[in-house]
Structure formats: C-alpha cells, structure tokens
C-alpha cells in the first residue's frame, strides 16, 4: 500500500479531534434553549424572607410633635396610624387611606403632604403572630411625612372607617420620647429608627413655615 492509503484516514481523524477540541464549548443552558437557568442569585431570592408592605402616616405640628393613636387592644401602647399596602396601592396612596381608616384624616383637607422617607424600615415579628401564619416574619415599613398647621388636635374621626375595625381610643401629639416611652414591645427599634430619620426632616420642614 502507498503512504497515502496507509495514513490518510489516521490524518484525517487527527484533523477532525483538534478542530473539535479548539470549539469554543457552549453551556447546556444556550444549546438548549428550554433549558431553565438557575443563578445562585436566583437561588437566594426564592428563598429570602418574606417581608409585608407597609405604609405608615407621620403627621406633625409645629411643635415637631407626632400625631398618635392609643391602640385599642393593647393598653398603653401608642403609635401612628399604619398598615398593609393594598394591591395596586404605592406607598404614599397606603399611608393615605390608613390614616383616613384608621384617624379619620384626608391629606387633601386636614393636613398637608410633606415627603416620603427614603429609607424603608424592616422589622421582624415573633413566632407565633398572624403575620407569620400568612407567610411573613416581618413588615417592611415605609413612612408619609404630613403636616397639621392648625392649633391643638385634628378633627378626627376613630370609628373606624373605610369598612375597617376601630384601631385607636384616643389620639394626642407625642414627642418622641414620649412615643419611645409608651408600650412598643418588638416594635420599639423600628420607631427609634424612625427618629433618626424623620426627625431632622421634620425639623427642616418647621423652620420653613
């Protein structure tokens, strides 16, 4: 046999693995198109905790005192009106119907629109609460600056409105150490955050007016 008949197929052979070799290797994922593809990221989003919306109504006087509620299920325990966002709500629209249902106050009548915070607040419940039952170990908290021009209390309303259950028995202007005295519970390090951040903002607006 030639040299050619003899080595020609061990050539060609040799050929084709080095070009297979030097092809660039594609991921399962692109040759595959209808393959899912799965990041660590993806990963720890499926899995991250679930925190619920929440808006809350920070409503000030010229005194830079906070407007708050006397809960009706828990004696001594103050705070400012809040709750879940509704679907389809943002937050500013949350804070605003809360603090109709829950005081009775319209932002286009009573008090003026200031901000919202920039910072959102999360806090954690304990085990055991409804919250957890739905799903959620906490609520992600984001707060609507309002200010009250006129002199003493807003007209409110506490009957509950909007189809919602009474939240508050009584409402008065609190400082914030007054608030931070009151019965917070696991609560007390979501307002000692609020603080820092709402009040220079309200001290800001107040020198303004």
Same mark, same amino acid.
């Given at each position: 046999?030639?040299w050619? #008949?003899?080595?020609r +197929?061990?050539l060609?052979?040799?050929?084709c693995?080095?070009?297979?070799?030097l092809?660039?290797k594609?991921?399962?994922a #692109?040759?595959?198109?209808r393959?899912? !593809?799965f990041?660590?990221h #993806?990963?720890?989003?499926?899995a &991250?905790?679930r925190y619920? +919306?929440n808006?809350?109504?920070l409503?000030?006087?010229?005194e $830079?005192?906070?407007l708050c509620?006397?809960?009706?299920?828990i004696k001594?325990?103050?705070? +400012? +009106? !809040?709750?879940?966002?509704?679907?389809g /709500?943002n937050?500013?629209?949350g804070?605003a119907?809360e603090?109709y249902? /829950?005081?009775?106050l319209? &932002?286009t009548?009573?008090?003026? =629109?200031v901000?919202?915070?920039?910072? #959102?607040i999360s *806090?954690?419940?304990?085990p055991?609460t409804?919250? =957890? $039952?739905?799903?959620?170990?906490?609520q992600r908290?984001?707060?609507m600056?309002? @200010? *009250?021009?006129?002199e003493?209390?807003?007209?409110?309303?506490l009957?509950g409105?909007g189809g919602e259950?009474p939240?508050?028995t009584e409402?008065m @202007?609190m400082t914030w150490?007054?608030?931070?005295q009151?019965k917070?519970? @696991?609560?007390?390090?979501?307002? =000692?955050?609020?603080q820092?951040?709402? =009040?220079?903002e309200i001290? !800001?607006?107040? &020198?303004?007016?």
């Open positions: 046999r030639s050619e #008949t003899l080595y +197929p061990l060609v052979l040799s050929i693995q080095l070009a297979t070799s092809k660039p594609l991921p399962l #692109t040759l595959n198109p393959t899912p !593809q990041s660590e #993806t990963a720890m989003s499926v &991250a905790p619920r +919306p808006a809350g109504a409503i000030f006087n010229r $830079k005192k906070v509620g006397h809960r009706v299920d001594g325990a103050w705070q +400012p +009106p !809040q709750g879940g966002i509704d679907e /709500e937050p500013v629209q804070a119907r603090m249902e /829950e005081m009775g319209k &932002a009548e009573h008090v003026k =629109e901000k919202l915070l920039d910072e #959102t *806090y954690e419940v304990p055991g409804w919250l =957890e $039952k739905k799903g959620y170990i906490g908290m984001h707060w600056l309002y @200010f *009250y021009a006129g003493g209390l807003p007209p409110v309303d009957s409105l259950k939240e508050f409402v @202007f150490e007054e608030l931070l009151s917070l519970g @696991f609560k007390r390090p979501l307002f =000692e955050r609020l820092q951040i709402a =009040e220079p001290e !800001q607006y107040v &020198a303004s007016v």
